[in-house]
């Protein structure tokens, strides 16, 4: 079955540390992007990639950084430098960065650092 | 910057019966897709209905239908037959012609009450 894979489903960091999360698809996609999501609030904008080695900062990428080396893989580094980095993370995918394509979701990453 | 207003936090409804969830958004293009994204407990998020601003006929997918007044800038999902399974956050999206970046509302929780 195609789909997106996040892992690990929790995540728990020491302050200070970089962590990175995985975001693996199988759907062939040239689009992928990364959203982090706050109690109460809807989804923002980290990053995106519309090819591979090629990658845009969104709305609040300060203190992230990502790769794409491989259609298949974005994975996203939350990095010291992000203040509040507890968050639940949604990578997406989409077959191009037209309008008119959908996005499909991973299960997502719920990252907790203390 | 485009912006999507979800005014409604919480919304409730008895099942069987059916309820509208509301979405208002900001933009100064003519071009542009707008998404309504249904999120369960489980957090995956699905897409549940789409429409393209050019084109007048509102988009209807089984039980749901949105009522889209471009000129209002107004895009409500109406839940006909709402079952227990429709119980979930609900998203508002929109995409304009820069489409690496999707725009999300905060979210509407809808309750269905056996």
């Known amino acids: 079955d195609g789909g997106i894979t996040q892992s690990p489903k929790y995540l728990f960091r020491k302050e200070g540390q970089n962590v990175t999360l995985s975001c693996e698809q199988n759907?062939?996609?040239?689009?992928m992007y990364w959203y982090r999501q706050d109690p109460g609030q809807g989804l923002r904008l980290i990053y995106y990639?519309?090819?591979?080695?090629?990658?845009q900062k969104g709305d609040i990428a300060e203190g992230y950084s990502v790769s794409r080396e491989k259609k298949e893989s974005f994975p996203l580094t939350v990095t010291s430098a992000q203040k509040n980095p507890t968050a639940f993370y949604l990578c997406a995918s989409s077959i191009a960065t037209g309008s008119y394509y959908e996005q499909y979701f991973g299960p997502g990453t719920r990252l907790t650092v203390t | 910057a485009q912006t999507v207003t979800q005014s409604q936090p919480e919304m409730s409804v008895q099942e069987a019966e059916t309820v509208t969830l509301s979405c208002t958004y900001d933009t100064s293009e003519s071009d542009y897709y707008l998404f309504w994204y249904k999120q369960p407990p489980s957090r995956q998020m699905i897409l549940v209905i789409r429409q393209e601003a050019y084109k007048q006929q509102n988009a209807t997918e089984n039980r749901f239908s949105v009522n889209f007044q471009k000129a209002a800038k107004s895009f409500s999902l109406k839940i006909s037959d709402s079952q227990l399974g429709d119980a979930a956050m609900y998203f508002c999206a929109y995409r304009g012609t820069n489409a690496g970046k999707s725009t999300f509302g905060d979210g509407t929780t809808l309750t269905v009450k056996p």
């Open positions: 990639s519309q090819i591979v080695n090629d990658f």
């Open positions: 759907l062939n996609h040239d689009a």
